[in-house]
């Protein structure tokens, strides 16, 4: 019996009709014996949403235009940055500091004017997730962090539509197709990961890097899968992961069930707290801070012997490689709040991250347990480049 599970049946009905320019354009697909004009022309009236501009929704937002999907719309409330040029081939030089959306809609543009393009410049959330979902046929979803990810398959499971899910982190590489409409019978993504990893213990892109490349090689897997989701062709990935190594060159597949037990989600809940977020809003009363100037002169008073403490720096050792902070300790994030790395409560510690929100959290974890004189660093690395040591690099 095979374990593949076929398409189940076409997502949209065809368009009416293709231009001569358009069959022209298409031709290579027209001349497909399991394609054909049929299949060309539901990929015109399909409406694909893709969530992000970046690192997956690149490759994935070209590769929909440049086959004729007819409607793309992008959720991304980011501007583009030179750090993503390495992966992010939507944009360019041109375009650091734009809009990824609008950045975004002028690739799409100049490679297939027949396509339009709905921009969504806000932060997906449960205010607005649904009536943007509502519009759309199908799902794709790049983001990078966990809560997104579930707020996303609760609201295709809602409204009953199908979502394909990438993930990316180093080397490695997911992909998979999650619809638990009843009719279907698929999977959600809480049947993959039915609780949410504790916050820090897996880091984001921005933390741990990603091969540049590892992003077009999954991005076009989605298309895959979405192509044939719209016209009905072949079989999908729903019930399977397919999970790719990038440095051994394999792949292998994860098979994945619907939980019987698992009741309809019926309604949006709190993401950030059930990934145990803390939110915004409290970080500030919460943690005790030092300015990066503040620092500075700490280090100096124990550079001279008047002042004991420790510097912790909470980034990944790839982080830790490109700029830090004389005399300052590498101890990941994860190793310290998963228990792997146990401080001293009784020491002096001050911590810093990138940007300031990791060391926010170890600073939490660490008063929780125990340790009274711990502070955070305010904006991290990149504020002591700033204030400090302008002549480092950032990343």
Known sequence: MSSLTPVPGPLVEPHAELSREETERYSRHLILPEFGLEAQKRLKNARVLVIGAGGLGSPALLYLAAAGVGTLGIVDDDVVDVSNLQRQVIHGVSNVGQAKARSAEQSIKELNPHVAVIRHEVRLDTSNVLDIFAQYDLILDGTDNFATRYLVSDAAEILDKPYVWGSILRFDGQVSVFWPKPSVGGPSYRDLYPEAPPPGAVPSCAEGGVLGVLCAQIGSVMVNEAIKLIT?????????????????????????????????????????????????????????????????????????????????????????????????????????????????PSREMYVHCKAGSRSANVVRYLREHGARKVYNVEGGILQWVRDVEPDKPVY
């Open 232 to 344: 009905g062709i072949g079989s999908t990935l729903l019930g399977r992961v397919l999970i790719f190594n990038a440095l051994d060159m394999t792949w292998r597949e994860l098979r994945v069930r619907r939980d019987p037990s698992a009741a309809p989600i019926t309604e949006l809940s709190d993401y950030e707290a059930f990934c145990g977020i803390v939110p915004a809003d409290t970080e500030g009363e919460e943690v005790p801070s030092v300015t990066a100037e503040r620092l500075e002169e700490l280090l100096q008073e124990r550079s001279a012997g008047a002042h004991d403490f420790d510097l912790i720096d909470v980034r990944e050792p790839g982080e830790y490689e490109i700029v830090r902070i004389t005399g300052a300790t590498l101890v990941p994030q994860n190793r310290i709040l998963t228990g792997e790395t146990a401080l001293d």
